[in-house]
């Protein structure tokens, strides 16, 4: 659904992706990892289009969209979830989940979607006439993500799913996103909470200094984790 291929990309002439290449597919969640500043939200950005990448090629369903406009992205059906609860403070949360229409090509589909995300974070109809504003800041990433569901993207890129969350409402996020996931569509995860992540997830991939560490089945990360972690111990000192 998704191929990125020797991606470069940074601000300014400051590179901070340096040739990456990864592949999302229809009805899995690619876990993507990494220490503060290893480039992983730019790498997001990059490939939804909001920092122009110097060099390699991002393709959707085969088609080539590197550089494409967000918003062109988003009616093509690629879709980012920033962190920090990006949502429309000032409007109603009925209001911010009907936004996701306007990516949307069958908009009559809109009443059962919302349905949907009522059912699986009651917590949204509750406060249905409330503002934004108003919610925590748990609620408004939940908001967030129930309006790229409304969307129906074929490629969900969610940047930090657990920024500003409180701990016990990440578990239920992450099998919202699952359950996405097995419906047909290809999600991408950055996340630093790798523990609590990875059981959610079906492969991953650990970015350092720009550049990918290691790529596994994320049944195999602790694992392998362990191993690069040695590696890198034995090389330091080897002086």
Same mark, same amino acid.
Request: one cysteine or more; glycine letters at 10%.
């Given at each position: 659904?998704?191929?990125?291929?020797?991606? /470069?990309?940074?601000? =300014?002439?400051?590179?901070?992706?340096?040739?990456? /290449?990864?592949?999302?597919?229809?009805?899995?969640?690619?876990?993507? =990892?990494?220490?503060?500043?290893?480039?992983?939200?730019?790498? &997001?950005?990059?490939?939804?289009?909001?920092?122009?990448?110097?060099?390699?090629?991002?393709?959707?369903?085969?088609?080539?969209?590197? =550089?494409? #406009?967000?918003?062109?992205?988003?009616?093509?059906?690629?879709?980012?979830?920033?962190?920090?609860?990006?949502?429309?403070?000032?409007?109603?949360?009925?209001?911010?989940?009907?936004?996701?229409?306007?990516?949307?090509?069958?908009?009559?589909?809109? *009443?059962? $979607?919302?349905?949907?995300?009522?059912?699986?974070?009651?917590?949204?109809?509750?406060?249905?006439?409330?503002?934004?504003?108003?919610?925590?800041?748990?609620?408004?990433?939940? &908001?967030?993500?129930?309006?790229?569901?409304? #969307?129906?993207?074929?490629?969900?890129?969610?940047?930090?799913? $657990?920024? *500003?969350?409180? +701990?016990?409402? &990440?578990?239920?996020?992450?099998?919202?996103?699952?359950?996405?996931?097995?419906?047909?569509?290809?999600?991408?995860?950055?996340? +630093?909470?790798?523990?609590?992540?990875?059981?959610? /997830?079906?492969?991953?991939?650990?970015?350092?200094?720009?550049?990918?560490?290691?790529?596994?089945? $994320?049944?195999?990360?602790?694992?392998?984790? #362990?191993?690069?972690?040695?590696?890198? /111990?034995?090389?330091? #000192?080897?002086?």
């Amino acid at each position: 659904m998704l191929e990125v291929d020797s991606l /470069t990309a940074g601000y =300014g002439d400051i590179p901070v992706v340096r040739g990456i /290449t990864l592949a999302a597919k229809a009805g899995e969640i690619l876990l993507i =990892g990494g220490e503060n500043g290893a480039g992983k939200s730019t790498l &997001l950005r990059a490939i939804a289009g909001f920092n122009r990448p110097s060099g390699g090629r991002v393709l959707l369903e085969g088609r080539d969209v590197t =550089g494409m #406009a967000p918003e062109r992205l988003a009616q093509a059906g690629l879709r980012l979830v920033l962190d920090n609860h990006r949502v429309f403070p000032e409007l109603t949360v009925f209001d911010n989940l009907r936004m996701g229409v306007a990516a949307r090509a069958d908009r009559s589909g809109f *009443g059962r $979607s919302l349905e949907e995300i009522y059912a699986v974070f009651p917590i949204l109809k509750e406060r249905t006439s409330q503002r934004a504003r108003d919610l925590s800041g748990g609620q408004q990433q939940i &908001l967030a993500l129930g309006q790229a569901f409304i #969307a129906q993207p074929k490629v969900l890129l969610c940047d930090e799913p $657990s920024m *500003g969350v409180a +701990q016990m409402l &990440l578990p239920p996020i992450l099998a919202f996103l699952r359950n996405w996931a097995r419906s047909g569509t290809a999600v991408v995860i950055v996340e +630093q909470h790798l523990t609590i992540t990875r059981p959610y /997830t079906d492969r991953a991939m650990i970015v350092r200094r720009g550049e990918v560490a290691l790529s596994c089945p $994320s049944a195999e990360l602790d694992a392998r984790l #362990a191993e690069l972690h040695e590696a890198r /111990t034995q090389a330091y #000192a080897r002086g």
